[in-house]
């Protein structure tokens, strides 16, 4: 069948009218209830309502790259291109957006989700070879599976499985035809993947991967039968392996802007898409895969579902019992199928193994762990297939398989000429459809009054805004309280990011809270390390913290720093949001009373449950910020880093060594700007060659000469790289030689640990950094890196679970057991390594030097830096209830002073350039006597 003939087909066109028809009864009132509501309830569909909306914003607005954001997370500028974005569907909504909301958008994308699954994988099992009410059966059964109808309730990037039968359809055509077109448009439709979903985007390209594999193997056999232009064997795998280029240039080919994108956001931040402390918390039950859509019809209205908070996203995998045993019929009427029959084994071995990787690293049964463990424990630690993060959408690839095999299963069934199968026929459909049916569908009211939005009412002020300033006056920067920063696995403040960002749609302002699915952990630390944020989020909240001892005539400076450098306009606080409170009486007159006394208001306004401060920012043209003698620098500097003097820039010494250094200032493009710093590298790796790139917001503005001594330099910033409001200064070290470890005339390694647990924030935190890498894996339990004793180099690094695993416990204590002699361990803990922690672990962290037991300290932090032989107690060892940090002690880069300025002629305060030995010399006084010898074990020159 020709592509054209494909859809023009009255068939298909038919079949696509039957499932839009299903699509608009089965999942009312959506349709009837456009703009109002959007399906979902309440939880994540607010994201993808915010994405649409912002690539409008920032295509027909602002004019700038949608795959970078300032309008979230303020002042700190976010990366859109790991976050859960759907660029594809901004782009096909941008002419529909400029006369409807992006609310009906949303819920038009959410039918058109349903209507094309049910079509392609119509068309896909017509192509098999199963008839055309069977074929419907088929797409039926994969459209309103209870796996898929979960993620109806705010995944709509999830929700879109269109693609991948969609994509089969044409590869299955490319194979029978041989023709490079349509192994062409699959490809383009593996790239509109990608567009919606990465996580979908790496199910396809897996089952691609298998794909090929049973290809491969089956010719090599002379077994399959994939009709090409040749019926040679070598013909045969040769025609195939072209089709897979052809798909795959094609893909890269539309992906490359994105792919692009995402080095550079890789260059910039490091690599954290697959990193997460909580992934295990969402581990997948084997009696997952019989719970059914707790909103269906069928089990509301029988009272089944009696606790609605165990039914989570996450936890219903299940195809629908219907479909089930309609694919288990459909294995024994495959022979009737003959040659065809061959890809029908393929979605079988695809079933199973996505089974076995949706069970996730261990096999759980009724919530008891069996201690089995799994291949989802490897496939995770795999660059980029990591990505998939939750085990349990795999469950997917399951549903769609065993969606094919019950379309062959109803076919079986219901052929032939006996009563019993004319009976049998319309009774599994009425089955199917009873079973699946959500009607109504749960809907969220969309009602900008209930929304904390800041304004009253947000429309109106904003034309009053534009009409009083001119159409282009720039956006207002809000504060909302109670503060919320969320990345969807990690939390600062309060769970309410999403409906933050659901209000910015209407009010079209910046705010300093929001939600993405992804950042990098320092974006987080630096909301997390500021002392006037981290006042306001033990004041907004009931829980008994340790508060942080701040001064208050040093408190009121941090506050109007805070609200200098971030230019806010407005802080708004509010009790209630969506028929909830957010805050208690309580809360609510201590944050008003906070922001009183510490913030500078010209103006205060009392709405009900809404308090205003009103604020008038403005930059200052002849100020200077010298950040090494700067009180307040924790406001500004937002990547720690171990420098020369720690307690100039951080009261809690929090060590990073890393690439790079990065700090904010307000700007105007109508100023001059200065930079004088003093810098220099690497002391203790003599023989380094390179340079230090210099950008402001992400632009390059200069290049510094590597030196291993201390050096002062200006430079003078462009206008054109000054932006009104906040700019990031970043400085980051270009190194093109680094001697060998075993050529250096010491031992080149220092080494700065950081651990804390989810009480600290909300969040689990942990670093391992050793010179020009961090080796932590930035996931729950102790994060371990084993170093040569002797070279300096990292020989290997782990994490183990030991907060929910005992085995894995008894795995790092057998590694430390059989180390060898002398080779050192620098570990820490992070979220929590206490709860399966156990007495053979303990004697083997103090086979390293360790004396500290985690037993009942839950969440603690905790590091150590310890060698294989030394004794119990001589170890660098540290233990808190929020948060460690520990070094070894040696100098590593550093910027010493940095000061922004406006006029050439400033001179900051003065610094003898001194050289690398005096520095050493320094360095080695602040340490005491009593860590000498373990300091000199662990490489330090003295």
């Given at each position: 069948?020709?592509?054209?003939n ?9 079949a696509?009218c039957?499932f ?5 009864m089965l999942?009312y009132p959506v349709?009837s209830?456009m ?8 939880g994540?569909?607010a994201i993808f309502?915010?994405d649409l ?8 607005e602002?004019h ?9 997370f ?10 859960a974005?759907?660029?594809?569907y901004?782009?096909i909504?941008?002419?529909i957006?400029t ?5 009906v ?7 058109l989700?349903?209507m ?9 099992a017509?192509i098999?070879?199963?008839?055309f009410v069977?074929a419907?059966v ?7 599976c209870p796996v ?6 705010g995944?709509?990037?999830l929700?879109?499985?269109q693609?991948?039968p969609?994509?089969y359809v044409?590869?299955l055509?490319s194979?029978q ?11 383009m ?9 990465y996580?979908?985007?790496?199910l ?7 794909m ?8 090599w056999?002379g077994?399959g039968?994939?009709?090409?232009e040749?019926d040679?064997p070598g013909g ?13 240039l094609v893909?890269l080919v539309?992906t490359?802007p994105v792919?692009y994108?995402?080095?550079q956001?890789?260059h910039?931040?490091g690599y ?7 992934v295990?918390?969402?581990k997948?039950?084997?009696l ?12 509301r209205v029988?009272?089944f ?7 989570g996203t996450?936890?219903v995998l299940s195809?629908?019992f219907?479909?089930?045993f309609?694919?288990g019929i459909g294995?024994?009427?495959m ?6 029959r061959t890809w029908?084994?393929f979605w ?5 193994i ?11 049964v ?12 490897w496939?995770r630690?795999v ?14 690839l399951v549903a769609?398989g065993?969606s094919?095999?019950?379309g062959l299963?109803?076919?079986?069934l219901s052929?032939g000429?006996?009563h019993?199968k004319r009976?049998?026929g319309p009774?599994?459909?009425?089955l199917?459809?009873?079973e699946?049916a959500?009607?109504p569908f749960?809907?969220?009211v969309?009602?900008?009054?209930n929304?904390?939005?800041?304004p009253?009412?947000?429309s109106?002020e904003?034309?009053?805004r534009?009409?009083r300033d001119g159409p ?10 109670p503060?919320g920063v ?7 403040g309060e769970?309410i ?5 659901l209000a910015?749609v209407f009010h079209q302002d ?5 939600h993405v699915s992804r950042?990098p952990?320092?974006?987080?630390e630096f909301f997390?390390a500021?002392?006037f944020l ?5 004041l907004?909240?009931?829980?008994q ?7 208050t005539?040093r408190?009121?400076?941090i506050a ?5 450098l971030t230019?806010?306009d407005?802080?708004v606080?509010?009790?209630f949001a ?6 208690s009486?309580?809360?609510y007159?201590r944050l008003?009373?906070f922001i009183?006394k510490?913030c500078?208001?010209t ?8 308090t205003?401060?009103s604020?008038e ?11 090494v003698h700067h009180p307040?620098n924790?406001v500004y500097i937002y990547?720690?880093f ?5 307690d ?5 010494d929090?060590i990073?060594?890393w ?18 710093l003093?810098?220099r590298?690497?002391?203790e790796i003599?023989g ?13 503005i200069?290049e510094?000469p590597?030196s291993e001594y201390?050096r002062?330099t200006r430079?003078?910033?462009?206008s054109s ?5 906040v700019?990031?200064l970043?400085?980051?070290y270009?190194?093109s030689?680094v001697?060998?470890?075993e050529?250096?005339?010491?031992v080149?390694?220092?080494?700065g640990l950081?651990?804390a647990?989810?009480n600290?924030?909300g969040?689990?935190v942990s ?9 932590s894996h930035h ?9 040569d004793?002797?070279k ?9 679970d030991?907060?929910e695993?005992?085995a ?5 204590a057998?590694?430390l057991?059989?180390?060898e002699?002398g080779t050192?361990?620098?570990a820490?803990?992070h ?5 399966k ?5 303990e004697?083997s962290?103090?086979?390293?030097g360790?004396q500290y037991?985690l037993r009942r300290k839950f969440r603690?932090?905790?590091?150590i830096?310890g ?8 170890a ?8 460690v940090?520990?070094t070894?002690?040696?100098?590593v880069?550093?910027?010493r ?10 001179q900051?305060s003065p610094r003898s350039?001194?050289s690398?030995g ?8 602040s340490?005491s006597r009593?860590?000498t ?8 020159t003295?």
């Open positions: 069948m020709g592509m054209i494909f859809f023009r087909s009255h068939e298909s066109l038919t696509f039957i839009a028809v299903l699509t608009l999942t349709v209830e703009g109002a509501a959007i399906p979902g309830d309440g994540d569909a309502v915010w909306w912002w690539m409008k914003h920032s295509i027909l602002l700038q790259n949608p795959f970078q954001t300032g309008y979230i303020n002042p700190i500028d976010i990366s859109l291109v790991f976050h974005f759907i660029p594809l901004g782009l909504m941008l002419p957006q006369i409807f909301s992006p609310f958008c949303y819920s038009i994308i959410f039918l989700t349903f094309c699954t049910g079509w392609a994988t119509y068309r896909l017509r098999l070879g199963i008839g069977a419907l088929a797409g039926f059964a994969l459209t309103f898929r109808l979960v993620r109806g309730l995944h709509l990037s929700l879109s499985t693609w991948i969609l994509f044409f590869m055509l194979f035809s041989a023709r490079k077109r349509d192994s062409a448009i699959a490809g439709i593996l790239a509109a993947s990608f567009y919606t979903d996580q979908l985007t790496v396809l390209l897996i089952s691609i991967l298998l090929f594999c049973y290809q491969v193997g089956m010719i056999l077994r039968h994939f009709p090409t040749t040679k045969r795998l040769s025609s195939v392996m072209y089709m897979y280029v052809i798909m795959g893909f539309a490359g792919l994108l995402a080095g956001e890789v910039w931040e954290y898409i697959a990193e997460s402390s909580v295990e918390s969402f997948t039950d084997l997952y895969y019989l719970n059914p859509f707790h909103a269906s019809w069928l089990f029988s009272g579902v009696r606790d609605p908070d165990f039914w996450e936890k195809p629908g219907v479909a089930f309609l694919a294995l024994f009427f022979g009737g199928l003959g040659k065809k029908f084994y079988i071995i695809l079933i199973i996505s089974f076995i990787l949706s069970l996730g690293s261990h096999l759980i009724a919530g008891e762990d069996t201690g089995l463990v799994l291949p989802y424990t496939f630690q660059p980029v297939l990591g990505g998939v993060r939750v085990p349990g959408k795999f469950a997917q769609f065993l094919l095999l019950a299963g109803y076919q079986g052929s000429r006996s019993l009976i049998l009774l599994g459909i009425m199917l459809m009873i699946l959500p009607v749960p809907m969220q969309i009602d900008p009054q929304l904390n939005t800041g009253v009412d947000c109106i904003r034309q009053n534009q009409f282009e006056s720039p956006p207002k920067r809000i504060m909302q309280l503060f969320d990345t969807g696995f990690r939390l600062i769970d990011a999403r409906q933050h960002i910015q910046v705010i300093m809270s929001g950042c952990d320092d974006v987080l997390n500021n002392p981290t006042r306001i989020q033990e907004q909240s009931s829980s913290t340790r508060a942080m001892l701040v001064p005539a408190m009121q400076a109007r720093e805070w609200l200098y230019q806010t407005r802080i606080i509010d009790r969506g028929g909830m409170e957010l805050l009486g309580i809360e007159q008003i009373n009183q510490h500078l208001a103006d205060r306004q009392d709405h009900g449950p809404k205003f401060f604020f920012p403005k930059v200052e043209r002849n100020r200077s910020f010298d950040f307040e924790d990547n720690r171990l420098v020369d003097q720690p100039k820039f951080c009261d809690r929090f990073k060594t690439y790079y250094f990065r700090m904010l200032f307000p700007g105007d493009p109508s100023m001059t700007r200065y930079i004088t003093d810098y590298g690497y002391p003599p380094v060659e390179g340079h230090i790139d210099v950008f402001l917001n992400r632009e390059q200069g510094l590597y201390w002062q430079l003078e910033v462009p790289a000054v932006r009104r409001g700019n990031a970043q400085l980051t270009s190194l030689s001697p060998a470890a050529h250096t005339s010491t080149p390694f220092s080494i950081v651990s647990g989810m600290y924030g969040c689990g670093r391992i950094n050793v010179p020009l890498r961090d080796y996931t729950r339990g102790f994060n371990v890196a084993y170093i004793g002797s300096g180099t990292v020989l290997r690094h782990e994490v183990y030991t907060c695993f005992e894995e416990s008894e795995r790092f057998r590694d057991d059989e180390l002699q050192i361990v620098a820490v803990v979220d929590d390594g206490s709860n922690y156990n007495d053979h672990l004697r962290l103090a086979s390293i360790g037991s603690y932090a905790y590091a830096i060698r294989k032989g030394w004794a119990p107690g001589t660098l060892e540290k233990m808190d209830e929020l948060l940090s520990l070894n002690g040696n100098g880069i550093g910027i002073s940095v000061c922004v300025h406006q006029s050439p002629d400033y900051p350039v001194r690398a005096l520095d050493q010399m320094k360095s080695q006084k340490i009593s860590d010898n373990r300091d000199r074990s662990l490489g330090t003295r």
